[in-house]
């Protein structure tokens, strides 16, 4: 299943990582364009001088991890589409070029989902994509989770609950269903 990734489910950190670390559990196959990928960059200048090349690191990262999911297309795909946004043509025909499934994005309201069924596309929010994800393979779920806690911890220097880690990432259905199995795992 291909699922194009809009900027808005990659720049913020946790979202993105466990976007990314379930995709490594080879549960979608994700898909970006590089001008996806350079408006994560360039949003990650608000956060402050080293939020730019940071961001470029993690974008070569997963290039290199996800050679196949940048996406190209034709300049007359564009000029055929619409949206109430303009400016997010492009991720629609990035969603079209890769043969995606979905857009996981959460801006709803810039991507109607009458005008994404004309394409053959559905919209999912990442708090909903990857809750539907946990409910058909809850073990790899849980593990991408575990990674993506481990490293916040570790970067933080703080003891952050699952549930309150996803919590903070927009995550909220997600992080009630994984608190639960992964407390009824440990006390197993």
């Known amino acids: 299943m291909k699922i194009l990734l809009d900027t808005c489910v990659l720049y913020p950190t946790v979202m993105r990582e466990m976007l990314v670390k379930v995709a490594g559990q080879g549960l979608y196959m994700p898909l970006w364009s590089a001008r996806i990928l350079e408006e994560w960059a360039r949003a990650a200048r608000k956060i402050g001088p080293t939020g730019e090349p940071q961001a470029r690191a ?22 055929r589409l619409y ?22 994005t959460l801006n709803a309201s810039d991507f109607p989902k009458h005008t994404l069924a004309e394409e053959g596309l559905q919209r999912h ?11 058909k393979d809850p073990d ?18 703080e003891d952050w609950t699952i549930r309150r880690l996803l919590k903070k990432a927009r995550l909220p259905r997600l992080a009630k269903a994984l608190a639960k199995d992964l407390d009824t795992r440990e006390a197993g």
């Open 125 to 135: 929010d990442p708090d909903g994509f990857l809750l539907d994800l946990y409910m």
């Open 58 to 79: 993690e974008i070569a990262l997963l290039r290199a991890i996800f050679p196949k999911a940048e996406v190209v297309w034709p300049p007359s795909l564009e000029s």
């Open 140 to 157: 790899k779920v849980c593990f991408a989770a575990t990674q993506v806690l481990t490293e916040a911890r570790r970067m933080s220097d």
């Open 83 to 104: 949206l109430p946004d303009e400016n997010d043509i492009h991720v629609l025909a990035a969603a079209i070029a890769g043969s995606a499934e979905s857009i996981v």
